[in-house]
């Protein structure tokens, strides 16, 4: 039952949440934040840590227990069934913006002319097999490909070091503007907040109560990689060139030339954000079939693997019809969405909590 | 369309027989398949009408 380390819970929020950030979303962090985008993903991550907190005070409450069975008794189950589709939903709608995001990015640079449905179900089949292998193939992963994605995050800025231009470092400081900080520091804390995903494998967990030490050292490895990549993009392409770009991380490294062995990097790099993405995805999938499972009281959860990995399939082929739709959507009512859903354990936490201050005062007042 | 049928018809024959080899009651995974199908085929059909951007923007305003 308790398979999963608290190094590997560890090493896989980093995995997931800078994944996320620096192969998908920085193009929108900078777009929203420019110079004021390390600030923001400070903000971010502070935002984030504060609901994962919450999330993990509610579920340490009950370490042994799976949210989905006790959530009923704190609300009712009118309405825990109900924020549990919310969840759900919410799952499936960042699994489609991750592999919508994904094929457009392939399809524009690796895969030209390959039809997208085509490229979405080949990453879906890798997605479904992670995560009907179970939770423990899931963050075994994670922790394989933790020490490869970090040297290679890092390694970016380094061989990247010749291509900035230094005296626009003077902008993190005369381009001081909180609100646009806060806009970005907003989108930024929907992805930090998918951390609250933690109260759905707390039972998975050893030593579940030191859990929070262990989000706090992957929410500050996240913090330094991707103030280091924000600000090399920054510095290498100018936060106007930056936010203009689809993929500004992919034109950085497109300017890294090692020699004739490889005459770019990207390729090796591209590998390892893909994967990176699918362990992600793969685990968001497990948190849906997870949910089910638990609500329709299912023995076993693989079963439903496979159908809810075609459904998220489908539902990117049906995400959006253009890039503008897209973008209007990503700057519209998805990241209030997002955050709604992250927070639904709060409510929880607040209720869970007044009761729990009623039952011990009439408690004492019985003694 | 078609291919979306055989696929969930190739998934649900293989959990068939992991189902019956665990020595399990097909019925509530065959349920939740088939409304997993049903809704798969739906959004498919729709999908030059009907996108989840909308649905998410409609939910905003």
């Known amino acids: 039952m308790k398979v999963i380390t608290q190094s590997q819970l560890m090493k896989y929020f980093a995995v997931h949440v800078f994944a996320t950030i620096i192969a998908i979303f920085i193009g929108f962090v900078m777009n929203k934040g420019g110079f004021n985008a390390p600030l923001a993903v400070l903000l971010g991550a502070v935002l984030g840590l504060m609901i994962t907190f919450i999330a993990f005070r509610l579920a340490i409450r009950r370490p042994d227990e799976h949210f989905v069975d006790y959530g009923k008794a704190i609300l009712s189950k009118w309405v825990h069934y109900p924020l549990l589709l919310i969840i759900v939903i919410n799952n499936i709608v960042v699994i489609s913006i991750n592999l919508w995001e994904l094929q457009d990015f392939l399809t524009q640079f690796y895969l030209i002319r390959t039809p997208s449905w085509l490229v979405v179900s080949a990453c879906c089949v890798c997605i479904a097999y992670t995560a009907r292998f179970g939770i423990k193939s899931v963050f075994r992963t994670a922790e394989g490909v933790f020490f490869l994605a970090v040297f290679g995050m890092l390694l970016i800025p380094l061989l990247i070091g010749q291509n900035m231009q230094w005296f626009m470092i003077r902008g993190f400081v005369t381009q001081f503007d909180f609100s646009q900080a806060w806009d970005a520091g907003v989108f930024l804390c929907s992805i930090f907040g998918e951390m609250t995903l933690l109260i759905f494998i707390i039972p998975y967990v050893q030593h579940a109560q030191k859990s929070m030490k ?7 490895t996240i913090v330094v990689i ?142 | 369309m078609i291919v979306l049928a055989v696929v969930f018809l190739i998934m649900m024959a293989a959990e068939m027989n992991f189902l019956k080899k665990k020595k399990q009651s097909i019925k509530p995974y065959f349920i939740i398949t088939a409304v997993l199908f049903i809704l798969c085929e739906v959004m498919f059909y729709f999908r030059d009408t009907f996108q989840i951007a909308m649905l998410v923007q409609m939910m905003q305003k």
């Not at chain 1, 262990?214 to 500050?220: A, H, P, V």
């Not at chain 1, 890039?323 to 936490?349: C, D, R």
Request: charged share 10%.
């Open chain 1, 214 to 220: 262990s989000i706090l050292f992957s929410t500050i």
């Open chain 1, 226 to 367: 991707v103030i280091v990549h924000a600000s090399t993009l920054i510095l290498t392409l100018g936060p106007e060139m930056a936010k203009n770009l689809n993929f500004p991380e992919l034109e950085v490294i497109r300017l890294i030339k090692s020699g004739s062995f490889l005459e770019t990097f990207d390729p090796a790099l591209i590998a390892l954000w893909l994967l990176s993405i699918f362990v992600k995805l793969s685990f968001n999938i497990f948190i849906v079939a997870h949910v089910v499972s638990h609500v329709f009281k299912l023995k076993h959860y693989k079963p439903i693997v496979f159908p809810i990995t075609a459904l998220a399939c489908v539902s990117t082929i049906c995400l959006a019809y253009s890039h503008s739709q897209y973008n209007t959507l990503m700057n519209g009512g998805m990241v209030n969405l997002i955050l709604f859903a992250e927070s639904i354990p709060l409510i929880y936490f607040v209720v869970d909590s007044i009761k729990r201050y009623f039952t011990n005062k009439g408690m004492g007042e019985q003694l």
